[in-house]
């Protein structure tokens, strides 16, 4: 059975940082690309960041380019987002998912349909 863990999150004043775990079990891990979301009350999911299963390319949303970094560790299983200079509109519950495709485009990576498995989430607020 595959799991999504997210851990992490809570609440943080503007312009602090935070980092994000997501660990997973039940897949191979180093065969998935793995992919962060976001979803804040009253709007679609948004494309947060991704990173390949191949070379460790990775990608990013625009609202959150420059700030943002994720990593992955194929030894323990996690991947990872370091939030710096977070902002209030970065409030959000952060979903972390795994995908496997045949090949992955710059525009697949940031389709939530590219993933096959989501974890339940984790809430980030940020104060102002």
């Known amino acids: 059975q595959v799991q999504l863990v997210e851990s992490g999150g809570g609440l943080v004043q503007a312009g602090g940082s935070l980092r994000l775990s997501c660990a997973a079990s039940?897949?191979?891990?180093?065969?998935?690309?793995m992919g962060w979301f976001r979803q804040a009350p009253g709007k679609e999911r948004e494309f947060v960041s991704a990173?390949?299963?191949?070379?460790?390319?990775?990608y990013y949303g625009d609202s959150v380019k420059g700030r943002f970094t994720i990593s992955r560790d194929n030894r323990k299983n996690t991947v990872y987002l370091q939030m710096n200079s977070l902002k209030p509109e970065d409030t959000a519950i952060y979903y972390c998912?795994?995908?496997?495709?045949?090949?992955?485009?710059?525009?697949?990576?940031?389709?939530?349909?590219?993933?096959?498995?989501w974890g339940q989430g984790t809430q980030v607020t940020v104060s102002s």
């Open positions: 998912a795994a995908g496997r495709r045949p090949a992955y485009t710059r525009t697949s990576y940031a389709a939530g349909a590219a993933y096959d498995y």
């Open positions: 990173i390949s299963y191949s070379d460790g390319t990775t």
């Open positions: 039940g897949l191979t891990f180093s065969s998935y690309a």
